[in-house]
């Protein structure tokens, strides 16, 4: 299953789900990143953090976290 | 007395509209029992006193952050006439998320719409009556960078104070239904904001406790039967059907008449965070700042330094030599100029740093810092405070507010004071001068390399021994760049400086005054020399510094010193080698090279100074971390300095 910390730079990408804990879920679904959620990738290198762009903003996750979004 | 809070996201541009609308009238404390400020601000109007409180800027009222929680906490005990939620033009989907639960919560919201020139910009054209009309509640348009209709704006407020809104929010016809059928239950019981508590049983909020069994346990099989027919939590649902209203909302009232999607940071971005530019165009910015920062203050020091030297020796003068014109001489007055001297560099470096946060670029660091920060178990965001502390660790310190765990903050408090602050540089430049006249700079910037090696490695231990589990999640906006305003730049300076004043101000002078008082005693010893009690605890302390090069009373007094700040001990030096004119000959016949070197090494890393041990212990409430940061830094010094120095003998310098 693709994640968002292998996402391409420069696509587009749907949330399929968001498997972190309770807490970060909440505090991204309130942020945008949620299930159905449109993301663009304006930043992926291999390393660090990713930065998307979500509701018209641009926002920085930690590499780890990305690998806890899937994506498609 | 009309009480109003000002609401909004971080970077939406309220703490601009809350000093427009105060100006200089305005206080800043803390929440009770909190570390987070709070500012208020009076003004008279109409013959209305009104009351502005700032809340600090948050994304949701969902209780994550001690932010948040203040912010919710003062609506609901506090109950404001009027809560003045500012919203970003340019991303009202987000922004709007917060009005959305500020209007649940039963608060009486009045949205101001700011930044509305850079929607512009980006094509957006919003309709603010169809907005209000939607939302219930009164949508206006202001503008906080620049002037904005403040009558307009006090006229609404004192007109809306009268009303109370009414919660027009649709989460989709379940949800609907459910929250209906728990209110009703909940307003037979007499409960405040009935609709507010179902939502909040729904998310089986930990902060909202109803006393009814009977509601509790019907909220709970609704969660469970909206839980199964969802296919994912009532909390994310919830914030998903809050979106789904807010897109509706936006169908009606927003126009894009641009499709363009790249924006100009978005290109300024491919060049600041870009891979291999990244880390050169910060360093080349640090530098610049730096030497700004430095170029400006140090005349200014220079001249605090004299005129209080001076006055100093003016009053010896003028009434004989005696302990009381000792004590107002060089106690109290080096003491005030001890602490004033620190003013130009702190208030000019706030200057800079709140410039470098305006316009956006200090998020970009965070993002450039990340992988390296990774390395020592911390995340980009920890970066910050560090920058900071090249200037000064006081607020550096309090700059670790915004890491949200305590586990990151105490680390990054740990290892934050080995950044070389700008106390540090005279005692570098000092001795650059005196024993490396054609190396001077590259010794200067060796130090400031060390510190960083230094916070590196022990970052590493601490992470594998203390600091054991993983940091916590990195989430942060990279808010557009804008063009700071002066004045903006100038208030954070102002509010930033004076707390620093305030809070090691009193410090360093309490510790001047300990200082002077262990210089003159016994009565009738000469200042600071040998046989007053100072240099006795410097002849006791001395041997230990014997393997490190420098095992003399007069550098032990020096450190001892360097305690209430560190540049303090190129005075003490003066001092006790009696004057300018003989101190350099007498620092060569004390120390070589290699131990001048050493020496320069300790004082980068010993205890910092009392007004950074103080912040510690104001910031962690408890003396567990300062007596820790003060043992573990000086022992550290010793391991680095003692390597150094014998290492330097094993190959051959001297």
Redesign the interface.
Known sequence: MKVLSNAEEGSDVIVESVGCGRELKRRLSELGIHVGSKLHILKNDVSGPVIVKVKDYRLMLGRKQCGEIHIK | MINIALAGNPNCGKTSLFNSLTGLRQHVGNWPGKTVDKKEGKLTYKGNNINIVDLPGI??L?A?SMEELIARDFIIDEKPDVVLNVVDA?????NL?LTIQLIEMGANVIVALNMNKYAKEKGHKISHKVLSKLLGVPVVKIEAVEKISKSDLLDLILLDSRKKTKNKISYGFEFDKHILDLEEDLKKINIDNPKWIAIKLLEKDKKVKVNNQKIVEKSRKIRNHLKEGLG??V??SL??AR?AFISGLLNESLEKTKID?KTK??IA?RII?N?YLGVPIFLISMLIMFFLVFEFSLPLMDLIDKGFGLLGNYVITYFGESWVSSLVGDGIIGGIGAVLVFVPPIFLLFFALSILGDCGYM?RI??VM??FMHRIGL??KSFIPMVMGFGCNVPAIMATRTLESRRDRILTMMINPFMSCSARLPVYVFFAGAFFSAYQGLVVFSLYLLGIVVAVVLGLIFRKTMFKG?SA????????YRIPTLKGALIHMWENGSQFLKKAGTIIFVAVIIIWSLSSLPLGVEYASQESYIGQIGSFISPVFGPLGFGNWQTSVALLSGLVAKEVIVGTFGTLFGGEETVIDSLHETFTPLSAYAFLVFVLLYIPCFGVIAVIKKETQSWRWPIFISVYTVIVAWIVSFIVYQGGIYLGFS
């Open positions: 994304y949701s969902s994550y340019t991303n009202l989907e987000r998320y994912q939590g909390i994310a914030a998903e979106y999607r940071s978005d971005d965070t891979k998020a965070a993002y990340d992988r995340h980009g993983p999640p990195f989430v942060m906006e990279l808010p557009p």
